[in-house]
Every structure is written in structure tokens, then in C-alpha cells.
């Protein structure tokens, strides 16, 4: 099994953690700390080999089916990645599991993923649930019962609205929410979102492929800038005055694959299979953790909790219903554009096609959605905001809060 995701989202916990909860024992093998681990690799391509090489390493016998093997960075050495095809072929009683950073910028090298031999998994910051069940396991108890057209008590729509506020502020990164739930203290949360940008920016600058690490870094420092513009459509003048879409593509290509940004494509139409009709040239991206998103805007705390306006406020909230979002249907959330109409996300739900309306207060005025809904008779049309559950004829208000169980409540 390969888990792939951004640094710094868990995966090397979670392997440690399988490790010690499921097997007798497991050894550990860390790429980017042991460089001499990768000649292994490049001499040897019989599983049985290597596994008697790196036992006498570790010092522990390895057993099938009783020691968990574990490869962490495995970007660094695309041999070993090629290798989990012979342990599949040859040694398959041997348990192996590999984290990688980068394996999407891995994949365009030929020869270098062992395609059909491997199970893949993502790995992504903790969603607001998670997030909830992590800080205040009683309201998440709660929340986990809430069904499709329920009344929330106002009570507990303030105490989750609350916890929302928090989880714009902590974001989903593992180590963030460890730290609030141990010491509460969000100067320790910023001081962590500050780190870790710096990791990424040092991961970009390290990078030494084909996509200039320069470029690279300035397309991510870039995306405040272009989320705060009216439309937040990417614009490649925006990164460097005069810049174009051959200067810049493969570093946001780059950027989408290692799972540091999230894209959304303008379509056309919404019309299914909305995939048909996507723009390639016009999109939006998004950053793939909503507080590290809050931090690198400078938003202040105080802005997010004591309901100012701030002009940010538009682009936070649909990071976060985007973040929420991804992965619970089948294809990807797309947006609408126009000269005269915008919907700020469009769902494709088996056939049927759902707009959807991202609001950061209670404010209900949405021309271009209410223009869509009184054209079209769409079946679902969805407003996030932090109204109440409730339907007002044909929209049907989910809280923030409920994003995550958007599917589940159609």
C-alpha cells in the first residue's frame, strides 16, 4: 500500500501506529534521512535480497505477515517504489507500506510507479468532523446524528458554529489540532501554520526537477492574491506582471499533483457529464487546508470570531466548502461563469446536476443562484451559510458546518 498526500498530513504517524496496533512488529526505513538506503535499490531487484539486506539494518528478522515494512518517503528513490511490483510478484507474504509527499509529480517519470501493483490511498487534513470528533467528542456524537431535514437546536447550531469558527482558525493539520486540543493556545497554532508554510517553501526550493522551483513558489504565494480578486479566476498576470500560461502551467500542475492546491474548473455548461464541459483555461484554485489558507491571508482571529466583515471572508468559506466537499461524489466539484452569472460551485450527483451557493454569514441575496433555480427547477440547490437547516422553497439552507455531510443529507 502507497499513502500519498502533502507533507505533514499524518501519514508517517498512521504507518507507525498500524504497525505497532496491527503486527508483532514493524521496521522503518526513512528515504530522505538514509541516503545510503537507496543503493539497495539500484543494485538489487529480488525482493528476497533486499528484505535479508534490510534486516541486517534495522537489526530485527523480518517475518511475512508478522513484520510490517515500512518505506517513508519514497519519492526520494523511485527504484524502491519500482521494487513494491517484484514484492507483489515474487514475495507477496511480505506486508508493505510506503508514504510519499510527491508521488503525483512522481508519476509523469517512466518506469517509476508500479501501476496496478500497489493499493493507493490519500491522505488529507482532518475535515470538520474529524476535526470535531478530535476537540469535543459529545457534540460530535451529536452531529454524527444529525438527518437529512432535522431540527438543530439552537443551542447546539451556536456550539457548532462555534467549533466551524475554531476549525477556519486551526485548519485540519494534524499537528494543529494536537496542539489546541492540549494547550488551547492559538499562538502556538500560528506559530505551527507558520512552520509548515516555511517547510513547503523549503520543499519547493529543494525541488530540482524539470518545473523551475522558483516558479513553483511563486504560483503559491500568489493564491491569496488571486482568491481576493472579484471573480478569484486564476490569472497568470497576477503571479509576475506580463506572465503566461507557458511560464507557469507546469509549476500549478506540479503544485495540484503534489496535493498542496485544489483546482476547480469553470464549465461552460451544467449540464451532465459536467467533466464535457469543462474551460481547461479558466479555474480557481484553492489551498488544501483552509487554516493554513487563514494564516497565510493574515486574517486575524478576532475578524473570524466577533462576525466582522473582512474582505477575505468570501474566498475562506469557499476554501472551507470546498475542502469539505472533496471526495464525496464521484467527480469533483466544478464552478459556473459568465459575463452575467456566477454559482460559486456546481456538483454533479449521479445525473443530476446541483448548484450551490457559498455564503460566509446569513446573508441571502445570490442573484445569479436564485436566477439559476427559477430557470432550471434544479431538484437539489444548496446554500451554505450560517442560517439554520431549513428550506426556503426551492433552497435548501445547510449551516457551514454541515458541508462535510452534504451527500448523505440529499
Given at each position: 500500500m502507497v499513502l500519498k498526500g502533502a507533507r505533514q498530513v499524518g501519514k508517517t504517524w498512521l504507518m507507525k501506529e498500524f504497525g505497532q496496533n496491527h503486527y508483532d512488529s514493524f521496521v522503518y526505513f526513512n528515504f530522505d534521512e538514509e541516503d545510503e538506503l537507496?543503493?539497495?535499490?539500484?543494485?538489487?531487484?529480488?525482493?528476497?535480497?533486499?528484505?535479508?539486506?534490510?534486516?541486517?539494518?534495522?537489526?530485527?528478522?523480518?517475518?511475512?505477515?508478522?513484520?510490517?515494512?515500512?518505506?517513508?518517503?519514497?519519492?526520494?528513490?523511485?527504484?524502491?517504489?519500482?521494487t513494491l511490483k517484484y514484492f507483489k510478484e515474487k514475495a507477496n507474504d511480505y506486508h508493505v507500506i510506503a508514504a510519499c509527499s510527491l508521488l503525483g509529480t512522481l508519476l509523469a517519470k517512466p518506469k517509476s510507479y508500479p501501476v496496478g501493483m500497489v493499493n493507493l490511498l490519500d491522505i488529507f487534513p482532518l475535515t470538520f468532523d474529524e476535526f470535531l470528533d478530535a476537540t469535543d467528542s459529545a457534540l460530535y456524537a451529536y452531529y454524527e446524528c444529525i438527518q437529512k431535514e432535522q431540527l438543530i437546536e439552537e443551542i447546539f447550531h451556536n456550539r457548532l458554529l462555534e467549533a466551524y469558527n475554531y476549525y477556519l482558525i486551526i485548519g485540519g493539520m494534524p499537528e494543529c489540532v494536537t496542539s489546541w486540543v492540549k494547550y488551547k493556545d492559538p499562538a502556538k497554532i500560528s506559530q505551527i501554520q507558520h512552520e509548515l508554510i516555511e517547510i513547503y517553501e523549503n520543499d519547493f526550493s529543494k525541488h530540482n526537477g524539470k518545473v523551475n522551483s522558483g516558479r513553483i513558489l511563486m504560483v503559491f504565494r500568489s493564491i491569496?492574491?488571486?482568491?481576493?480578486?472579484?471573480?478569484?479566476?486564476?490569472?497568470?498576470?497576477?503571479?509576475?506582471?506580463?506572465?503566461?500560461?507557458?511560464?507557469?502551467?507546469?509549476?500549478?500542475?506540479?503544485?495540484?499533483?503534489?496535493?498542496?492546491?485544489?483546482?476547480?474548473?469553470?464549465?461552460?455548461?451544467?449540464?451532465?457529464?459536467?467533466?464535457?464541459?469543462?474551460?481547461?483555461?479558466?479555474?480557481?484554485?484553492?489551498?488544501?487546508?483552509?487554516?493554513?489558507?487563514k494564516h497565510m491571508a493574515g486574517i486575524d482571529n478576532s475578524a473570524i470570531l466577533l462576525k466582522t466583515d473582512y474582505q477575505f471572508k468570501g474566498p475562506l468559506t469557499e476554501n472551507y466548502v470546498l475542502q469539505q466537499l472533496h471526495r464525496q461524489f464521484a467527480v469533483e466539484p466544478r464552478y459556473f461563469s459568465d459575463k452575467n452569472s456566477e454559482i460559486d460551485f456546481v456538483l454533479q450527483n449521479g445525473t443530476e446536476i446541483i448548484p450551490i451557493e457559498a455564503k460566509s454569514g446569513e446573508d441571502k441575496s445570490a442573484p445569479s443562484f436564485k436566477k439559476y433555480i427559477t430557470d432550471h427547477h434544479p431538484e437539489h440547490a444548496l446554500r451554505f451559510s450560517k442560517r439554520g437547516y431549513r428550506k426556503d422553497g426551492y433552497i435548501t439552507n445547510l449551516p457551514l458546518y454541515l458541508a462535510r455531510k452534504t451527500k448523505e443529507l440529499l
Open positions: 537507496k543503493s539497495i535499490f539500484e543494485t538489487n531487484k529480488n525482493p528476497h535480497r533486499i528484505i535479508d539486506l534490510l534486516s541486517m539494518i534495522s537489526g530485527k528478522k523480518i517475518l511475512p505477515g508478522e513484520t510490517l515494512i515500512i518505506f517513508d518517503e519514497i519519492q526520494e528513490c523511485p527504484e524502491a517504489l519500482n491569496v492574491t488571486q482568491l481576493a480578486k472579484p471573480n478569484e479566476k486564476f490569472m497568470y498576470g497576477a503571479v509576475r506582471e506580463g506572465g503566461r500560461a507557458r511560464d507557469f502551467e507546469e509549476a500549478i500542475e506540479w503544485l495540484v499533483s503534489a496535493g498542496m492546491l485544489n483546482r476547480v474548473y469553470n464549465v461552460s455548461k451544467m449540464e451532465h457529464p459536467l467533466s464535457a464541459f469543462d474551460r481547461l483555461d479558466q479555474f480557481k484554485l484553492f489551498v488544501f487546508d483552509t487554516g493554513l489558507l
